[in-house]
């Protein structure tokens, strides 16, 4: 059974430090890793994808991916209130089932 | 359309009763999902289309549980004699197609309360 491990938190940062959030997943086969972010009582939002081993850039969050010890990671620098959010890692296999793997999610706060 | 439209936003549903929840994707995306997430819990899949395929329904939890997709566009899932644990926030969601690295895009969500 594919699984998506996240801490399920709060991880709670000042304002203006560096957030990182971590996935692990348990498919070796795993080709394909998104970070989706939750405001309370909203759905989820589609803030990065990532397939290639290293780091994925884009604005004040970078996507890292390490196939060999099969985790994930998001960081979000110069962390912002507006940042909270429940952070939820979904990871997807190269054929068979297009349903990706979701996690149950981190909890973020960023207190000013 | 511009994005996933869901309707009604908040159903409230005597125990027993049918409902039915709509999900119009975006326009070209021939994947659509429909999840679903009770409060303060992850996202549990339910059932799935690509195309003209048939449908993967593993995650439908009972037979009680439907869903149908007509001509590739808008979908409706259908929940008989309803109980008070299908309580929770319908999700549904669209992508390009059925590539593993399409990322979703999620509707608003039908939060359905079962009285």
């Known amino acids: 059974q594919k699984e998506v491990e996240q801490n399920s938190g709060p991880l709670s940062v000042p304002e203006g430090a560096i957030a990182s959030l971590n996935c692990t997943y348990s498919d070796r086969v795993s080709q394909s890793f998104f970070w989706y972010r939750q405001y309370s009582g909203k759905s989820p939002e589609l803030i990065m994808s990532i397939y290639s081993n290293g780091d994925k850039e884009d604005g004040r969050f970078t996507a890292q991916l390490n196939k060999a010890s099969q985790y994930v990671s998001l960081l979000i620098r110069d962390s912002q209130p507006s940042d909270s959010a429940t952070y939820l890692c979904a990871v997807n296999s190269a054929g068979g089932s297009y349903i990706p793997t979701f996690g149950r999610g981190t909890s973020l706060i960023v207190h000013p | 359309g511009a994005g996933v439209s869901q309707s009604p936003s908040n159903k409230v549903t005597e125990k027993g009763k049918d409902v039915e929840l709509r999900c119009d994707p975006i326009?070209?995306?021939?994947?659509l999902y429909w999840y679903r997430q009770s409060l303060g819990q992850g996202l549990e899949f339910l059932i799935y289309f690509q195309g003209n395929s048939a449908p993967d329904k593993s995650g439908l939890p009972s037979d009680r549980f439907s869903a149908e997709r007509t001509g590739g566009s808008v979908s409706t899932l259908t929940i008989q004699r309803t109980q008070q644990e299908d309580s929770a926030v319908y999700l549904c969601?669209?992508?390009?197609?059925?590539?593993?690295?399409?990322?979703?895009?999620f509707g608003s969500g039908t939060r359905l309360t079962v009285v």
């Open positions: 969601a669209s992508s390009p197609g059925s590539q593993s690295n399409y990322g979703y895009t």
């Open positions: 326009s070209g995306h021939t994947a």
